[in-house]
C-alpha cells in the first residue's frame, strides 16, 4: 500500500501504490503511520501510481495530515494526474496539503524518482 523510496532527514518520500478508497483507507492509514520515524517532519508522499481517491482516501488523507502535524511533521503531495489534481483542487486539499510537480521532487532527490 505504501512503500519507503527515501528517508534523508528530516525528509521522507513515500510511495502509495494502490488507489485510496473505503475498502483500504484503513490499511493505508496503519501503514503509513508506521513508516513516520522520528525526526523526519517532511513527507513527500508520490501520487504517480494512484488513480482514483475516494471520500474515504480523502478523509483519510486528512487524518494523517492532522496526525503528523500533531507530531511536528507535514504532509505534501507530488506525481497527481490531471485528474486527480482536479478533485484535490475541488475538496480544498491544496492548502492542507501541498502539491508538487515531479520535477520539483525528483531535483529535490536526484536518483529516487
Known amino acids: 500500500m505504501v512503500e519507503l523510496l527515501l528517508v534523508q532527514s528530516p525528509e521522507a518520500v513515500v510511495k502509495i501504490t494502490e488507489d485510496l478508497k ?11 503511520l508506521a513508516l513516520h520515524q522520528p525526526g523526519i ?4 508522499l508520490d501520487f504517480r501510481e494512484v488513480r482514483f481517491v475516494d ?13 503528523l502535524r500533531e507530531r511536528g511533521a507535514r504532509i505534501s503531495i507530488f506525481g497527481l494526474g490531471k485528474s486527480l489534481l482536479s478533485v484535490f483542487k475541488l475538496a480544498g486539499l491544496l492548502p492542507v496539503l501541498p502539491h508538487y ?11 529516487v524518482i
Open 22 to 32: 473505503m475498502e483500504n483507507a484503513r490499511e493505508f492509514y496503519e501503514d503509513f
Open 41 to 44: 517532519t517532511d513527507i513527500f
Open 55 to 67: 471520500s474515504s482516501g480523502i478523509g483519510i488523507l486528512l487524518k494523517c495530515e492532522k496526525d
Open 101 to 111: 510537480e515531479v520535477s520539483e521532487i525528483s531535483s529535490r532527490f536526484p536518483g
